[in-house]
C-alpha cells in the first residue's frame, strides 16, 4: 500500500479529530448510522490528513495568521496576504520529492490553504506553483534556473495568457514575440490596450517574473502560440524593466487578497533562451523545428499544460461549496422553527423543502471532492511523467484532458454557484451577515465562472472535441480515452436504440440503474449534437454558423452531460470500493442522489429523446425526495466529515459546537462601533441644516 493510498486506524483518525464539544448537534451525531471520521478516507489518505493538520496547527499558533476583527483595506488585504504567503514558502510544508512519490500532498496542501483563506491559496499558487509547473513541463534543462529561483523565493512569478480582448479563443492571442536571428533574441511586443495582458493573477504589484502566451513570428511565419519566461520587474526594487508597463487592475468582487494586473509590452527584447520550446520553436537561425510532424498534434500537447488551471478551478470550486454546504447544515440542523403545540420547535432540518434544497449539494459536493482530488493527483502525476520524459501518447492524453477540464471546470463551478446561493438562502436573514461567511464564499467563487475560460465558451472546447471524435466513434483506440471518459461509447449505436424499462422508485434510485440512464443520456446528446451541426452545414452554414446555432439545447448540454457522466461514474466506483460497510452505504445514498438529480435535470431530453415514457420521471422525482429523507438523519455527521477547523471557517452559523445564537450575540456585541454613537450622529438630529428647505 502506498502513502497516498495508506489508510488510518481509528485510533488514528481519533487522534487527527478529536470529539467534537457538546451542544445542540449531539441528538444528530449520536445517531448517525456511520463513523464520520473514516468517511473521510473517501476522498483522504494518512499523508494528507497529516499534512493538513500540520498546515492549519501552524497557523493557528502564528500571530501572523489570527483574523482580524476589524474591516481592513485593500492594501492591508494585499499587505498582509504577501506576508502570509512567505510564511507558509518558508515552511516548505511539502519538498518536491514528496509531491513526485506523493502527488496527493499538492492537493492537500492546496485545500488546507483554501479553507483558512482563498486569496492566499490562488496567490502561492500562482507565484510559486503554476510558474514552476509550466517551466517543468514544457520547457528544458536550461529553464531549470527561473524554477531553482523561485524554489527559492528570489523571483516570484505569474500566468499571463487572457488579453483585454481575448480570453477563451487562445488561438486569437495577439501579443507577438518576433524573433531576431542577428541578436538571438524575441520581441514581445502589444499592438494597443486590447492586446494587453489581462486579469494575471499576483502580476498587479508582486510578480517579477511572467509566463507569457504570445504568437512566434519569425521569418514572416506565424507559428502561433507559445510560451515565454518574461522578466517583468527587478526582483531587487520590483520597478518594471524599460519597455514594460505593468499594474494593477484594481478592486475586484472577491478574492482582493489577489493583485491581478495588466502588462503592455514595448518592443521588448528577451533572450532566446527564454522560450519554453520544449513542444516547438526555432533555432539560432530563425528556422521553427517541432518534435511533432502534425501542428495540431503539438496545440494539443500545449493543451495540457493549459489544463492544469482549469483542473485546479474544479477543485477550488467544491473547496468554496464544501464550506457553505457544513454552515447550511450544522445551522439548520439547531434552527428551531413551529412544530407540535406544546413540544419543542423542530429542526429546520426535518423540513421535507429545506432537505431537498440542501441535501442534493451535499451529494454534489461529495461526488465533487472525490473527483477533484483524483483529478489533481492525475494532472500532477501527468507533470511529473512529463518532466522525467516518462509521459506516453502526450499529445492524446493532452487533448482528452484538455476536453475534460473544460467540461468539468463549468460543472464544478455551476454547481458550487447555485449551492452556495441556496446555502446562503437556506440559512435565512442570518445567511446574510457577513460573520455567516456564506456571501463571501459566493463572491469569491464567482471568479471561477469566468477565470481560465467563461464557462460558456469553455463548454465549447469539449464539445468541438467529442463532435470530432462521434464519426470514428467505431475505430476508437485505447490511446483515444486514456482516462476512460469515452467509455459511454462502447457499442454505442445499439445502446441507443434502449429505451428505459424501470418503473418503481426503488429501481430508479438503484445507482447501477442511474448510470446506464446517464450513459444513454450522453450518447445521445452527442449524437443529435453531431446531427444538428450536419444539418446546418447541409443547409449551406459554414463551420462557425454550424459550430454557433448548435450550442443551445445541444453542444453545450454535450459538453456538460460528459462532464457529469464522469463524475457520477468516478463516484459510484469509488462509493462501491470503499472497505466499511457502513460508510459505503451512506456513499452509495450519495451517489444516487446525486445521480437521480441529474437525471431529473435532464428529464426534458431523456423524453424527447424516447429514452421515457410516461410516469418515469415522477418516480425520479419521488425518489429523489425519498433519498433527502433517508440521508437527512446523517446530515450533520456528513457536514462533519466534510468541515475544517472552526479557525478556518469563521462562521457563527457553522461552528462546530452548534452554538449559533451565542456566537451571533458575540460578533454582534464586540463588531467595532456596534455599540458607539456614530461620528456623523448631528446630520441624524439636524438633518435640517444640510438639506435645502422647499419653498
Given amino acids: 500500500m502506498t502513502s497516498s493510498t495508506k489508510s488510518m486506524t481509528d485510533e488514528e483518525l481519533k487522534q487527527y479529530f478529536p470529539d467534537f464539544p457538546s451542544g445542540p448537534l449531539d441528538v444528530y451525531r449520536k445517531n448517525a448510522s456511520f463513523d464520520w471520521r473514516k468517511i473521510k478516507m473517501a476522498y483522504e489518505s494518512a499523508s494528507t490528513i497529516k499534512l493538513k493538520h500540520d498546515i492549519w496547527k501552524f497557523m493557528e499558533s502564528n500571530p501572523l495568521f489570527q483574523h482580524s476583527e476589524r474591516d481592513l483595506s485593500l492594501d492591508e488585504i494585499r499587505h498582509i496576504n504577501v506576508k502570509r504567503m512567505y510564511a507558509i514558502f518558508n515552511e516548505n510544508f511539502i519538498p518536491y520529492e514528496r509531491i513526485v512519490e506523493d502527488p496527493r500532498l499538492y492537493q492537500a496542501k492546496t485545500e488546507a490553504l483554501f479553507m483558512y483563506d482563498s486569496s492566499l491559496s490562488v496567490k502561492i499558487s500562482l507565484t510559486f506553483r503554476m510558474f514552476a509547473n509550466t517551466i517543468q513541463a514544457i520547457g528544458g534543462p536550461h529553464h531549470y534556473h527561473f524554477v531553482e529561483d523561485v524554489q527559492q523565493g528570489k523571483i516570484g512569478g505569474c500566468f499571463a495568457l487572457t488579453e483585454v480582448a481575448h480570453g477563451s479563443n487562445a488561438k486569437g492571442m495577439r501579443t507577438t514575440a518576433t524573433y531576431c536571428p542577428e541578436t538571438k533574441q524575441f520581441i514581445m511586443h502589444t499592438d494597443d490596450f486590447e492586446a494587453a495582458k489581462f486579469w494575471v493573477g499576483s502580476l498587479g504589484q508582486c510578480a517579477t517574473h511572467a509566463i507569457v502566451y504570445a504568437m512566434l513570428i519569425s521569418k514572416g511565419k506565424n507559428h502561433g502560440l507559445h510560451t515565454f519566461v518574461v522578466p517583468i520587474r527587478d526582483p531587487q526594487t520590483l520597478k518594471p524593466y524599460p519597455g514594460v508597463v505593468v499594474g494593477d487592475i484594481g478592486k475586484k468582487v472577491g478574492l482582493n487578497g489577489v493583485d491581478n494586473g495588466f502588462v503592455i509590452f514595448n518592443k521588448y527584447a528577451i533572450p532566446k533562451e527564454n522560450a519554453l520550446d520544449k513542444l516547438g520553436g526555432v533555432d539560432d537561425n530563425g528556422d521553427y523545428k517541432t518534435p511533432f510532424k502534425d ?125 452556495i446561493q441556496t446555502c446562503r438562502e437556506a440559512c435565512g436573514g442570518h445567511g446574510y451577515l457577513d460573520a455567516a461567511r456564506i456571501g463571501e464564499l459566493r463572491n469569491d467563487n464567482d471568479a471561477n465562472c469566468t477565470y481560465e475560460g467563461e464557462n460558456s465558451l469553455l463548454l465549447q472546447q469539449a464539445s468541438n472535441w467529442l463532435l470530432a471524435i462521434w464519426p470514428r466513434r467505431h475505430s476508437l483506440r485505447p490511446e483515444d480515452s486514456i482516462l476512460g471518459s469515452l467509455n459511454f461509447l462502447e457499442n454505442v449505436d445499439e445502446y441507443l436504440k434502449k429505451t428505459c424499462q424501470l418503473k418503481t422508485v426503488d429501481e430508479f434510485i438503484e445507482p447501477t440503474n442511474i448510470i446506464q440512464i446517464y450513459r444513454w443520456l450522453t450518447a445521445y446528446v452527442l449524437k443529435t449534437s453531431y446531427e444538428k451541426v450536419a444539418e446546418l452545414k447541409s443547409l449551406g452554414k459554414d463551420n462557425l454558423q454550424a459550430r454557433n446555432e448548435s450550442q443551445a439545447y445541444y453542444a453545450a448540454t454535450l459538453s456538460v452531460v460528459y462532464g457529469e457522466n464522469f463524475i457520477l461514474n468516478h463516484f459510484y466506483n469509488t462509493a462501491a470500493q470503499f472497505p466499511d460497510a457502513a460508510c459505503r452505504a451512506v456513499l452509495l445514498r450519495l451517489v444516487a442522489l446525486y445521480g437521480v438529480c441529474l437525471v431529473e435535470k435532464h428529464l426534458a431530453t431523456l423524453y424527447i429523446g424516447g429514452h421515457f415514457s410516461d410516469q418515469q420521471g415522477a418516480q425520479v422525482r419521488a425518489g429523489a425526495v425519498r433519498l433527502c429523507a433517508a440521508l437527512a438523519p446523517d446530515a450533520v455527521a456528513l457536514a462533519d466529515a466534510l468541515a475544517p477547523p472552526d479557525f478556518c471557517l469563521r462562521s457563527v452559523l457553522g461552528a462546530s459546537d452548534g452554538q449559533a445564537y451565542k456566537h451571533i450575540q458575540n460578533a454582534v456585541m464586540t463588531s467595532p462601533g456596534a455599540l458607539t454613537r456614530p461620528s456623523w450622529w448631528k446630520d441624524v438630529v439636524h438633518w435640517r441644516d444640510y438639506v435645502q428647505a422647499k419653498l
Avoid at 500545449?302 to 477550488?316: F, K, N
Wanted: glycine letters at 8%.
Fill in 295 to 419: 501542428p495540431s498534434k503539438r496545440f494539443g500537447a500545449s493543451l495540457g499544460a493549459l489544463s492544469g488551471g482549469r483542473v485546479h478551478i474544479t477543485s477550488i470550486s467544491t473547496n468554496y461549496l464544501q464550506k457553505a454546504i457544513v454552515i447550511a447544515l450544522r445551522y439548520s440542523a439547531v434552527r428551531r422553527q413551529f412544530g407540535p403545540e406544546g413540544e419543542p420547535e423542530t429542526p429546520v432540518l426535518e423540513y421535507q423543502m429545506q432537505q431537498v434544497r440542501l441535501l442534493p449539494h451535499l451529494a454534489s459536493t461529495f461526488a465533487l471532492r472525490i473527483f477533484c482530488t483524483w483529478f489533481s493527483e492525475m494532472h500532477i502525476k501527468m507533470t511529473v511523467d512529463s518532466l522525467f520524459g516518462n509521459l506516453k501518447n502526450a499529445a492524446e492524453l493532452g487533448v482528452e484532458v484538455h476536453a475534460l477540464s473544460s467540461a468539468s471546470k463549468p460543472v464544478c463551478a455551476w454547481a458550487a454557484r447555485d449551492g
